[in-house]
């Protein structure tokens, strides 16, 4: 089992639509979470942390479920411009790495 | 706020020959990382440092690949022989603290724009 897993995608779907990402982790010492979000050919950025309360920013809301070992984010009102590719990021303990899940491409079209 | 630098941006080389990569963090970020990212893969950790000792090397090919990070500032990736497979993009990032702090963002990560490595 991966340590990181997302829903491969690609999610196709209108402006204006809700989409909601996934990811599972298995390591259940894990204490960091984010979303992060890559354009095509750059670097990928930070989009939002996770907090164990859930959290919003925005149009976007990110939720954390220790019991299941999942997170979630809720695009809401997609915008062209959200299109990109949406990574996991799960961090384990004091010192351990960030391991990244392999990303969902989502395309936003008028 | 000067970004993370990296160098060079893109690099064409044959297998079997050698190549490096220079990452520059931002400054005062105590933790650097070295990220290999495979076309229509996310990254995948290479080493980890924690100002110039290594925190995690676990993933990162020893017999191919080397990295340092002199005087915990600025940090080098060698790939010598590489192979076909190396083919990716190298991501440096930085973060003030390392994964597991406690202070609220301190261990955000911030990446360079990479180098991006293509071995014919």
């Known amino acids: 089992r991966k340590e990181v897993e997302q829903d491969p995608g690609p999610f196709n779907v209108p402006e204006g639509a809700t989409v909601a990402f996934n990811c599972t982790y298995s390591n259940s010492a894990s204490q960091s979470f984010f979303w992060y979000r890559q354009d095509c050919r750059k670097e990928p950025k930070l989009l939002m942390s996770v907090y164990s309360s859930g959290n919003e920013d925005g149009r976007f809301t990110a939720q954390l479920n220790r019991a299941s070992q999942y997170i979630s984010l809720l695009i809401r009102d997609s915008k062209l411009s959200d299109s990109a590719t949406y990574l996991c990021v799960v961090s384990a303990g004091y010192n351990n790495d960030m391991r990244f899940g392999a990303g969902t491409r989502l395309t936003v079209k008028p | 706020e000067a970004g993370v630098a990296q160098s060079p941006r893109y690099k064409i080389i044959e297998k079997r020959q050698s190549v490096a990569f220079w990452c520059n963090p931002i400054s005062g970020h105590a933790t650097l990382y070295w990220y290999q990212q495979i076309l229509g893969q996310g990254p995948k950790l290479l080493i980890q440092?924690?100002?110039?000792?290594?925190?995690?090397d676990s993933q990162l090919p020893k017999d191919r690949f080397s990295a340092e990070r002199l005087k915990g500032v600025d940090s080098t990736l060698k790939i010598q022989p590489a192979k076909l497979e190396d083919s990716a993009v190298y991501l440096c990032a930085s973060s003030l603290e390392p994964s597991g702090s406690r202070t609220s963002g301190a261990n955000v990560l911030t990446f360079g724009a990479g180098s991006r490595l293509t071995v014919l």
């Open positions: 440092f924690q100002n110039n000792g290594v925190v995690d």
